[in-house]
Nanobody, 123 residues
Framework: QVQVGESGGGLVQAGGSLRLSCVLV????????LGWFRQTPEEEREFVAA????????YYGDSVKGRFTVSKDNAKRTMYLQMDSLKPDDAAVYYC????????????????WGQGTRVTVSS
């Protein structure tokens, strides 16, 4: 059984940085795509970033390009999301997901989800 779990959320001032982590356990690390999504009570779940574990190819949502960086550490079975130049609009619950999606931005194509970690950005 595959499980993923996020950590690293918290409160940060606008313009600041946070790094989220996502650990995958229970299966081989390769062969999956790991994605980050975020959600607020007012909005649908939004694609943030993804990384393919085989090739390390990275993809970003338009709202975070140039500010967020996704990376991985195969030895630690961990994916990271470095978030810089944070804005109040980035505040949300951030979710890590694993799967083999055909379309990376489709949340319903991911099979395994973490419990979420909250990011709060003060203005």
């Amino acid at each position: 059984q595959v499980q993923v779990g996020e950590s690293g959320g918290g409160l940060v001032q606008a313009g600041g940085s946070l790094r989220l982590s996502c650990v995958l356990v229970g299966d081989t690390f390769s062969g999956y795509t790991l994605g980050w999504f975020r959600q607020t009570p007012e909005e649908e779940r939004e694609f943030v970033a993804a990384i393919t574990l085989d090739g390390g190819n990275t993809y970003y949502g338009d709202s975070v390009k140039g500010r967020f960086t996704v990376s991985k550490d195969n030895a630690k079975r961990t994916m990271y999301l470095q978030m810089d130049s944070l804005k109040p609009d980035d505040a949300a619950v951030y979710y890590c997901a694993a799967g083999t999606p055909m379309v990376l931005t489709n949340s319903y194509e991911y099979d395994y989800w973490g419990q979420g970690t909250r990011v709060t950005v003060s203005s």
